[in-house]
Structure formats: structure tokens, C-alpha cells
């Protein structure tokens, strides 16, 4: 579904992102793991087009999508999370999700009202709110929505965008313990029933051994591993890789 061949960022001589070709097939989950400074964050930036590759490409569903715009890949199935929020916190849960959907849409602001697509628009975004659970919460102030909440808004606003590859950059990021397993709960879904590819760095290493089916290790730009998460918590080099830091 979505591959990346000998992907490379330079910034000067000094390679944030070396060489990394990475696989991800329909249905799968793959974490991304790595100490501090690893290059995850970069290489999403890639993938997603933020930032353009000085060596290698990024093909999706078949597609090389190396030199596209971030918006043209989102059209073609490839959303993303940001580690910051981006949340518009002074409007309500469901106007965010209403703007999602129109951008997904090709929505521009129209000089008079369309009635009826005004109300598909709705429809659809009251469907993604209540697939993450936030239907009860369509009415409050974004901004007011405690951390867990907050998360799950912005997985409804990347579902609003119908992504068939997710890119999750550290959902649990901000959640207290006890909404922990309602959003794991929520994240294996979208892979498990819907079939939607999912590509997530996240810190939790609980959180990845529950939900990955293969796990990805960075360091220092380039790809350690990427296999099982039994075989990759094995692993010497890996183990290296974090000596001094928690894994
Ligand atoms: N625009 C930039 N200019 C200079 N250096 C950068 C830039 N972006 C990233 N870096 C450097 O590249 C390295 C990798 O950064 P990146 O944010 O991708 O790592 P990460 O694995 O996501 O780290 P973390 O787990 O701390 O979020 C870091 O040393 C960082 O300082």
C-alpha cells in the first residue's frame, strides 16, 4: 500500500533520514521506534510531504508520490496527525469535523448556501464523530476537550478525509493513563475491521506491542530493523541502540 525506497534527507552533509525503505502492506500496522532525535518525525514529514527528499521515493497504492503536494496526497488516501494539535479549539467538536469534511470534499466558501450539501456534509461528519465515540460531544468547544478527547477529534478529522494509510505521529502523546485503552481500543480498529494501513510512532512501548503487527527501529537516521515485535525487542543491535534510554 505504501513503500518507501532508499528515502534520504540532507541537510548539508549530515543524512537526518538515510536510506530507509519501508514497506507497509493493506490492513497493516507498523510502529515506528526510536530513541530521541531518530529521524521519525522527519521521515514522516517525507512521507507525507512536508519536506522533499533529497535521494529516494515514496510510492502509494502503486503510485510514485515523491514530488506530489501534501494536500494531493491527501486526496489520494494518505492522512496524517501531527504531534501538535490541530485542533481549531474556539469552534465546536462537530464544526471541526464539518470543515474536514468539506475540505475533503474540494469544499471552497460558496457566496450562497447549498441546503443539501450542507447536509451531506453534516451527515457525514456526525457518522466519523460517532465512529470515535465523540457523537455525545458534538456541541462543545473544542478547545475544552480534555486530552484523550482531544486525540480522538483528531483521528475523526483525519478519518473526515477517508485515508486509506493513516500516519499517526504519537497519538497517546498527552493522554492520561486512563484513556489509554480507549484509544488503543479505537486505533485497532481502523486496521482490524476496516483495513486501513497504519504507520504510528509512538513512545509507549506497551502501546506498540499491543497494536503492531511489525515494528520499525530508527537510529540516527537510517533503519536498524523492521520485523515482528518479538524479534525486534530481541535484538542486540536494537537493545544497543537505546542503551542509556528506556525502551
Ligand atoms: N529542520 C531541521 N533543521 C535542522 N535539524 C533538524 C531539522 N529537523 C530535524 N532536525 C534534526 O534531525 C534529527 C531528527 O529529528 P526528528 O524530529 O525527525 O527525530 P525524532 O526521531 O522524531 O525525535 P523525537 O522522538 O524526539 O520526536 C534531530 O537531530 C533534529 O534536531
Redesign the pocket.
Known amino acids: 500500500m505504501l513503500s518507501t525506497r532508499r528515502l534520504t534527507w540532507k541537510?548539508g552533509e549530515v543524512a537526518?533520514v538515510d536510506h530507509v525503505s519501508i514497506d507497509l502492506a493493506e490492513g497493516e500496522f507498523l510502529a515506528v521506534i526510536?530513541p530521541?532525535?531518530?529521524?521519525?518525525?522527519?521521515l514522516f514529514n517525507l512521507i507525507s510531504g512536508l519536506r522533499r527528499p533529497t535521494d529516494g521515493s515514496v510510492t502509494l497504492a502503486g503510485h510514485d508520490i515523491t514530488r506530489l503536494a501534501p494536500h494531493r496526497r491527501a486526496r489520494r488516501g494518505l492522512g496524517r496527525t501531527f504531534q501538535s494539535s490541530s485542533v481549531f479549539g474556539s469552534l465546536t467538536v462537530a464544526a471541526n469535523v464539518r470543515l474536514a469534511v468539506q475540505a475533503r470534499r474540494g469544499g471552497s466558501v460558496r457566496p450562497f448556501p447549498l441546503p443539501r450539501a450542507d447536509r451531506d456534509i453534516a451527515e457525514r461528519a456526525e457518522r466519523v464523530l460517532w465512529r470515535v465515540g465523540l457523537d455525545h460531544r458534538a456541541g462543545t468547544l473544542a478547545g475544552t476537550l480534555a486530552h484523550g478527547e482531544k486525540r480522538k477529534l483528531e483521528i475523526a478529522l483525519l478519518l473526515a478525509g477517508e485515508p486509506k494509510v493513516l500516519l499517526l505521529d504519537e497519538p497517546m502523546a498527552g493522554v492520561s493513563a486512563e484513556d489509554v485503552p480507549g484509544l488503543v481500543a479505537l486505533i485497532k480498529t481502523l486496521t482490524r475491521d476496516e483495513r486501513r494501513s497504519v504507520l504510528m510512532?509512538e513512545h509507549h512501548m506497551d502501546v506498540v506491542l499491543d497494536l503492531a503487527d511489525r515494528v520499525a527501529v530508527?537510529h540516527h537516521g537510517a533503519l536498524l530493523i523492521c520485523d515482528t515485535p518479538d524479534v525486534v525487542m530481541a535484538d542486540r543491535t536494537v537493545q544497543e541502540a537505546y542503551l542509556g534510554e528506556k525502551l
Do not use: D, Q, R, Y
Open positions: 541537510i537526518i526510536g530521541n532525535g531518530a529521524g521519525k518525525t522527519s510512532v530508527m
